[in-house]
């Protein structure tokens, strides 16, 4: 069992920086692939990032790459997005999710477990 808290969203202006972080509990969650998802209103929760359990490998969706980096800390048992040139498009609910999967799938339905959520919003 993972259980998953997000904290660091908020308001910023077009081009700030903001860094996300995940709070995970569980004695596994150094086996677990770690990932991020956002969700705008009336759209599909969407992939951002993700990051394997062992060995660093990532994962980006192409409208965020150069501007996100993901990275764990296996000993704080916490996952961070830190998202560099925010654009009005990155305005959504940050989601970060767990799945003790070998590779690192891009699919939500791959995920076991989920945070609550947190808000980012850009203003142009």
């Known amino acids: 069992q993972v259980q998953l808290v997000e904290s660091g969203g908020g308001l910023v202006q077009a081009g700030a920086s903001l860094r996300l972080s995940c709070a995970a509990s569980?004695?596994?969650?150094?086996?677990?692939?770690m990932g991020w998802f956002r969700q705008a209103p009336g759209k599909e929760r969407e992939f951002v990032a993700a990051?394997?359990?062992?060995?660093?490998?990532?994962s980006y969706v192409d409208s965020v790459k150069g501007r996100f980096t993901v990275s764990r800390d296996n000993a704080k048992n916490t996952v961070y997005l830190q998202m560099n040139s925010l654009e009005p498009e990155d305005t959504a609910a940050y989601y970060c999710?767990?799945?003790?999967?070998?590779?690192?799938?891009?699919?939500?339905?791959?995920?076991?477990?989920w945070g609550q959520g947190t808000q980012v919003t850009v203003s142009s």
């Open positions: 999710a767990a799945t003790p999967s070998i590779g690192i799938p891009t699919n939500f339905w791959s995920y076991d477990y």
């Open positions: 569980g004695r596994t969650f150094s086996r677990h692939v």
């Open positions: 990051i394997s359990w062992i060995g660093g490998r990532t």
